[in-house]
Nanobody, 121 residues
Framework: QVQLVESGGGLVQAGGSLRLSCAAS????????MGWYRQAPGKQRELVAR???????NYADAVKGRFTISRDNAKNTVYLQMNSLKPEDTAVYYC???????????????WGQGTSVTVSS
């Protein structure tokens, strides 16, 4: 069982920056993925960025060059640095955690409660 605690959302003007944080606790296995999804009103939830335990990353095309995902394995925390924010980035951002239990060889998914990001024009 894993718990995720998110922080860092808020209201910012276009061109500004925010940093989201998500700390995982509980039964953490080494092989895992942490990431961020977002969901705007009336739209499907979409992947923003993800990072593997070894440090490999993936980004949605819409945020490449503006957002940076990173992690601190000692703290079991993932960050999303969001720069040059645009109104279209407005959404609820959800932390995502997926891991492989190497005892049972089963995978588990966990979601944070969501943190709201609003970018004004």
């Amino acid at each position: 069982q894993v718990q995720l605690v998110e922080s860092g959302g808020g209201l910012v003007q276009a061109g500004g920056s925010l940093r989201l944080s998500c700390a995982a606790s509980g039964s953490i296995f080494r092989i895992n993925i942490m990431g961020w999804y977002r969901q705007a009103p009336g739209k499907q939830r979409e992947l923003v960025a993800r990072i593997f335990n070894v440090g490999s990353t993936n980004y949605a095309d819409a945020v490449k060059g503006r957002f940076t995902i990173s992690r601190d394995n000692a703290k079991n925390t993932v960050y999303l640095q969001m720069n040059s924010l645009k109104p279209e980035d407005t959404a609820v951002y959800y932390c995502y955690f997926h891991q492989l239990d190497t005892g049972t060889w089963s995978g588990s998914d966990y979601w944070g409660q969501g943190t709201s990001v609003t970018v004004s024009s």
